[in-house]
């Protein structure tokens, strides 16, 4: 997408609203100082105000390209595959279809402990190689955190009431901090140098604290209450965006599918939610409507059940001039014949609403050999679900790396 494309966008925009609500003269006369530069060329802002150049375009690329396209993502797609590991330049991703995933998904736990690599054996410094590589190719980073407990010592999983002891005033608030710290160190390292050789920050979709509303993360409901919830979430983009000056990041807010009643979508999907003003991309994490082993619901009620998940976000994200993403999906071990078709493309294109998300992800294809256990939600070369995949590619609706416009301008 390009900058002047944003610019008309941007003027229609205003337009619209000096004429639908008269206020332009009232805004005009308001304020003597004019906006930043970035906050006149954009019509969506960010929750950090002083958020980079690159970073502002990029949500006002993924907002422009609503309704015609939707960004591929894989997880963890450069540092392994099913059978593969140990190649710096690889993804069973583009092992299948030619092109690396739009969207690549890296993981932080253990960077708080000082590890050299992350729970899934990912190394951290090739990972920042790895993200540099996607970016100047132009892809899209997003970064989540299974975070170890600082109350226990035992990983994300681990049910250990934690939370209250981690925000402003808790007794592990400043161990919290020093984990916090290790992002901001290892952030400092996603730096990229453009032609004219000025360097700038990486833009991420930050997605921390995810999946809140179910019980399996020590920040999970049951384990925390909804109050220290939000306090974690508001402190965590306070200390990083306000102390510790931290502007590349593009906050995202994902519960799970699984935990949400669709007849009650928006007080469930609200479950914690730390408020406007801390959150960017308004996420959804479902596996649930996608074939999940638990779901006994037809084929046709989980389709069904998944537009409907998809048009609650899309439909809370435009009350809110904010971007929905499906920020985690699949179907584990590619079970389901034709899924990409059937069970992700036609359904989100059957009607208008689906459509405005702005990017998918699925989650990792883990190491057959190291891991010992299968797991994986992309396919690789032979994998049942590969042709199919390789349709759901050519669709002009899906876009893989190979074909994005520019995002960072
Ligand atoms: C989970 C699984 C785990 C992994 C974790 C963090 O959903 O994939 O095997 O350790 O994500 O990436």
């Known amino acids: 997408m390009s900058l002047s494309y944003s610019l008309v966008r941007t003027a229609l925009a205003v337009l619209t609203t000096c004429g639908l609500l008269l206020g332009c003269d009232q805004q005009s006369s308001s304020s003597s100082t004019p906006p ?62 030619g092109s690396n995933p739009a969207v690549y998904g890296w993981e932080l736990g253990g960077l708080e402990l000082g590890h050299e690599k992350n729970l899934d054996g990912v190394n951290f410094k090739q990972m920042q190689e790895w993200i540099k590589a996607g970016y100047s190719r132009g892809g899209v980073i997003t970064i989540s955190w299974h975070m170890y407990s600082p109350v226990s010592g035992a990983n994300s999983w681990d049910k250990t009431p934690t939370v209250h002891e981690l925000v402003p005033g808790g007794a592990k608030h400043d161990v919290f901090k020093a984990y916090l710290d290790t992002f901001v160190a290892f952030n400092e390292g996603l730096v990229a140098t453009d032609a004219a050789g000025n360097k700038h920050a990486i833009p991420i979709i930050f997605r921390p604290w995810h999946e809140h509303n179910g019980d399996w993360f020590w920040w999970g409901k049951g384990h925390v209450s909804e109050q220290d919830y939000i306090a974690l979430w508001q402190f965590t983009v306070k200390y990083l965006r306000d102390e510790k000056g931290v502007h590349n990041l593009i906050y995202a807010y994902s519960p799970d599918r699984s935990r949400i009643d669709l007849s009650k979508f928006e007080s469930d999907y609200f479950y914690g939610y730390p408020g406007d003003e801390y959150v960017d991309v308004i996420g959804l994490d479902n596996y649930w409507d996608v074939g999940h082993e638990a779901n006994t619901a037809s084929a046709d009620e989980q389709k069904a ?74 396919p690789y070369p032979g994998q049942a679900t590969a042709e199919d995949f390789k349709t759901f590619l050519a669709h002009p609706f899906v876009l893989f790396e190979s074909e994005l416009p520019k995002l960072y301008e």
């Open 305 to 378: 059940g998944f537009v409907t998940a998809l048009k609650g976000i899309v439909k809370v994200a435009q009350a809110r001039n904010k971007i929905a993403a499906l920020t985690e999906t699949g179907n584990n071990r590619l079970t389901i014949h034709n899924f990409w078709t059937e069970r992700i493309l036609n359904p989100i294109l059957a009607g208008a609403e689906a459509q405005q998300i702005t990017y998918m992800m699925v989650w990792r294809n883990a190491n057959l050999a190291r891991e010992k256990s299968e797991q994986f939600f992309a």
């Open 36 to 97: 930043p530069i970035a906050e006149q060329r954009y019509a969506h802002k960010l929750s950090d105000k002083n958020a980079s150049a690159e970073t502002l375009a990029l949500y006002n690329n993924l907002a422009a390209l609503r309704g015609r396209h939707m960004l591929f993502g894989h997880e963890d797609s450069l540092a392994y595959g099913v059978n593969w590991e140990g190649d710096l330049d690889r993804s069973d991703v583009r092992d299948v279809t």
